[in-house]
């Protein structure tokens, strides 16, 4: 434990220190990236998008909401950890907060009781981690049904998935039945994600050029969040945003 206390204090002090990666916009391998972003188009046409406006056509808004903020507050552990790596205490202390008042007031995270009292979510994720302690990002990349992505933060994301409380969740005693609801669980996110991302994503559809205006999308945002919603040293086309998505 000792050991870990002094890797932590060793860590967020290294954060403190280090100037924050950027987002690279380099793209060596923007042949692959594009052949990958006309297969997740692709695929969206023809599997997600009319999955996901099924479900949007049965589900009320409120439960879409409901969904969103209890799969929000299952990731705020996740930036509890992430704030404390980057040396960022007053936010590690305002997301352990959200997490217990949503855990409790809000009914397992059903609802968002602390924006409701104007604490904001502030999302944080081990890409922007190891961004804060001075790793550049790597060349752009789009993956298979991930989209877009760099090795940075493919890595990140990587981390973030195994650091998720719902893999040391007991749900039953059958491992077989654990992982099904983790899966089940997993595609119920995917989908009211993709659902609450309809408008961002006709508006990519209908840009000019889809791939370059995804690049910057995601070049901007990325470096916006490394920076707490700082404005990046770019300037950038107004664009829609992809959050959710």
């Given at each position: 434990?000792?050991k870990?206390v002094?890797?932590?204090?060793?860590?967020?002090?290294?954060?403190?220190?280090?100037?924050?990666?950027t987002t690279s916009k380099n793209?060596p391998?923007?042949?692959?990236?594009r052949?990958?972003l006309?297969?997740?188009?692709?695929?969206?046409?023809?599997?997600?998008?009319?999955?996901?406006?099924?479900?949007?056509a049965?589900?009320?808004?409120?439960?879409?909401d409901r969904?969103a903020?209890?799969?929000?507050?299952?990731g705020?552990?996740?930036?509890f950890?992430n704030?404390?790596?980057?040396?960022?205490?007053?936010?590690?202390?305002?997301?352990?907060?959200?997490?217990?008042i949503?855990?409790?007031?809000?009914?397992?995270g059903?609802?968002?009781?602390?924006?409701?009292?104007?604490?904001?979510q502030?999302k944080?994720?081990?890409?922007?981690?190891?961004?804060v302690?001075?790793?550049?990002?790597?060349?752009?990349?789009?993956?298979?049904?991930?989209?877009?992505?760099?090795?940075?933060?493919l890595?990140?994301?990587?981390?973030?998935?195994?650091?998720?409380?719902?893999?040391f969740v007991r749900y039953s005693?059958?491992?077989?039945?654990?992982?099904?609801?983790?899966?089940?669980?997993?595609?119920?996110n995917?989908?009211?994600?993709?659902?609450?991302?309809?408008g961002a994503?006709?508006?990519?559809?209908?840009?000019?050029?889809?791939y370059?205006?995804?690049?910057?999308i995601y070049?901007?945002q990325?470096d916006?969040?490394?920076?707490?919603?700082?404005t990046?040293?770019?300037?950038?086309?107004?664009?829609?945003e992809?959050e959710?998505?």
């Open positions: 434990m000792k870990l002094a890797g932590l204090v060793a860590l967020t002090a290294t954060a403190c220190a280090t100037a924050p990666g793209d391998y923007e042949g692959f990236n052949s990958m006309e297969f997740n188009l692709a695929l969206d046409d023809a599997v997600l998008e009319p999955v996901s406006k099924g479900y949007t049965v589900t009320p808004e409120f439960g879409r969904v903020d209890f799969f929000r507050n299952l705020e552990p996740v930036t950890i704030n404390v790596l980057q040396g960022e205490g007053t936010r590690a202390g305002q997301s352990g907060f959200r997490f217990v949503n855990t409790t007031l809000g009914i397992a059903l609802w968002d009781v602390a924006r409701y009292n104007g604490l904001e502030d944080e994720d081990f890409g922007q981690t190891l961004a302690w001075g790793v550049d990002s790597g060349p752009y990349l789009v993956m298979p049904i991930l989209g877009s992505t760099n090795p940075r933060d890595f990140g994301f990587g981390v973030d998935r195994a650091m998720n409380p719902t893999n005693g059958d491992d077989d039945d654990d992982m099904a609801i983790r899966v089940g669980m997993g595609v119920l995917g989908i009211n994600s993709r659902s609450r991302a309809q994503i006709d508006s990519l559809k209908t840009q000019a050029e889809p370059v205006a995804l690049r910057s070049t901007q990325r916006a969040a490394i920076r707490n919603g700082e990046a040293p770019d300037e950038y086309d107004e664009l829609p992809f959710d998505f």
